[in-house]
């Protein structure tokens, strides 16, 4: 059983406000005045050799902690404000690593424009454990992931399978750029807050892969979203179909996957090209429920593993 089979059996019965949205988007909606903008939360939480390595440098563990939660927050069409962060110390991290850790974080905190407003420090017999709640600002709401409609495009940021290229790299002790987008994600920037708020009709981050990424879009918005492949910015050069598959579900990209309306199309891309956000069109949405892969317009079988799952 996976975490999304323990979400929806357990988590979703329970959580019945209307602010939760049904558990389906990645964040909730806070309480706020009606005639102020959408306020929205998001939790991630990373833990020492699941999400990062030990050896990983301290300063970029807390770049990735609030960087996966900022992809969060920018797919929805939102800006990044307020953090809290709760951290479980193992006897192994000194107060050297806390030091590093902290100065990655404030170097992070400003470039992003987050305010670290509390917390939490405990110790821990366990591994590093953190945890980050960020809030951002959605001026016209949140995009979700239910209004794909058919005759929708789909295009996605930067590239897709960075991360997985990146774990691979780091786990062999291999320097490359992907190897600290492993261990620093790079994000499409909060110029893709304006894009997404402006001319997506659905949106969600790319954290555990494409494909099941693209399936969640599918089930919300109840359409069928059909990804050529062939089109799909992948970080390596011309890929095997059987490495494309992997990519497409090796997941820790934090990219974003967004539909856009036929009409908005020629006017979404140049938004688009007039920023540094990278964006590749991938495909169409069509009626259906399901995803649909295809390479050079030739169907391609689904693969069994459709993103990254934690297993129970």
């Known amino acids: 059983m996976s975490e999304f089979d323990w979400i929806d059996r357990y988590l979703k019965p329970i959580a019945t406000s209307p602010d939760a949205m049904g558990l389906e988007n990645d964040v909730g909606l806070l309480q706020i005045q009606a005639d102020s903008p959408a306020t929205i939360a998001t939790l991630d939480t990373l833990v020492e050799g699941v999400h990062f390595f030990k050896t990983d440098p301290p300063e970029t563990l807390s770049k990735k902690l609030l960087r996966v939660n900022v992809s969060d927050i920018l797919c929805k069409g939102a800006r990044p404000c307020q953090a809290l962060m709760s951290i479980a110390v193992p006897a192994w991290f000194s107060e050297q690593h806390f030091q590093r850790f902290c100065t990655g974080f404030g170097e992070d905190l400003s470039f992003w424009g987050v305010d670290l407003i509390g917390g939490d420090l405990v110790s821990t017999p366990g591994p590093l454990v953190i945890s980050l709640a960020l809030t951002g600002i959605a001026e016209n709401g949140p995009v979700l992931r239910s209004g794909a409609m058919a005759g929708d495009a789909i295009y996605a940021t930067g590239l897709v399978g960075a991360g997985l290229c990146g774990y691979e790299d780091a786990k062999a002790g291999t320097s490359s750029r992907y190897a600290d987008h492993f261990r620093v994600p790079d994000l499409p920037g909060l110029a893709l807050a304006d894009l997404v708020s402006r001319f997506a009709s659905a ?93 050079h317009g030739d169907p391609v079988e689904l693969p069994g593993f459709s993103g990254y799952r934690h297993q129970k």
């Open 203 to 295: 949106s969600i981050d790319i954290s555990d892969g494409l494909i099941a990424e693209a399936q969640h879009i599918s089930h919300a918005s109840n359409v069928s979203l059909q990804i050529e492949l062939g089109h799909v910015p992948w970080p390596e050069r011309n890929p095997p179909l059987e490495r494309m598959l992997a990519l497409a579900t090796g997941g820790d990209d934090y990219q974003t996957l967004l539909t856009v309306s036929d009409a908005a199309i020629q006017e979404f891309e140049a938004a688009a090209a007039s920023t540094n956000v990278g964006m590749a069109r991938i495909g169409t949405v069509l009626q259906g429920q399901e995803v649909a892969l295809f390479l």
